[in-house]
């Protein structure tokens, strides 16, 4: 029931995105016509479509909730997970019409030089949401959630775009009103990159990659475990906030079912206490080169 505890905690975070977004994509927006920036409305635009996308890691987080069935023996926990995957390909399609636009801008020309206001709006907004994206990462990282991770890297995306957009602004005061352009160009390769990271974690998780250095960590505590002679197999694969961990150990050939089982609530207890892992599959197997193995093996062997 914790896990879904620490879901259910996930949700907070993507309404917070959702409030966030609404507000500062209206501000920029309208600040955008009034004040003629390009920037600012690349900017505003990719808000609107961060609202969708906080939209679907709030759909993704309500559908892992749901309790395990006939047909989702493991739970509905993966849904997060594509639900990031689904934000990722929203934030692609805006980050493209953006550089699209930004690049037509950018060759026809004839733009004037934006109001210095919007650089100020640009400012504020950058602010605000660095505000949002270290509440949704440290949510993220205590509720380990994927889904709220990828929402925390988008926001803080949208936080570096706007600084950039603030940049471009004041440099075209300067004479050089081609920089709020090139900065909305720079805003839609920003969030094409973010994008793509989203997209390969989220594409890795889906497709049962884990990490290689984490997998050791673990591998590294089972071995560790009194009773554990050596580790013929482990497997380990994300399923939403949760990690599942395959492994086969071998023991003593003499043990008592009893003691090996004795050793497998050990191992179990320390993936939850050191690594809050909550599902660990153990195969016990006797330990083939074992001496005691060996030595009843040589007494059986032919004279």
Known sequence: MNAYDNIKKGERGAWVSIAAYLVLSVSKLVSGYMFASSALLADGFNNLTDIVASAAVLIGLRISQKPPDSDHAYGHMRAETVAALIASFIMAVVGIQVLVEGFRSFFTGGKGTPD???????????????????????????????????????????????????????????????????????????????????????????????????????????????????????????????????????????????????????????????????????HVEPRADHPKLGADQADRSPS
């Open 116 to 282: 210095l206001m919007s650089a100020a709006v640009a400012a504020v907004c950058a602010l605000a949401m660095l505000g949002v994206y270290r509440y949704n990462r440290n949510l993220a990282r205590q509720i380990d959630s994927q889904a709220l991770m990828a929402a925390a890297k988008d926001n803080l995306s949208d936080a570096l775009v706007s600084v950039g957009a603030a940049v471009g602004i004041i440099g075209s005061q300067f004479g050089y009103p081609w920089l709020d352009t090139l900065a909305a160009i720079a805003v839609g390769i920003i969030i094409c990159r973010t994008a793509w990271e989203i997209f390969k974690d989220s594409t890795h998780s889906l497709t049962d990659g884990f990490d290689e250095n984490r997998l050791s960590d673990l591998k590294e505590s089972i071995a560790r475990t009194p009773g554990v002679e050596g580790i013929k197999d482990m497997k380990a694969r994300i399923h939403g906030n949760h990690v599942l961990v395959d492994v086969v150990i071998e023991v003593d050939p003499e043990l008592s079912v009893r003691e090996g089982h004795h050793i497998s609530d050990l191992i179990e207890e320390k993936m939850e206490k050191l690594h809050n892992i909550m599902s660990v599959h153990i």
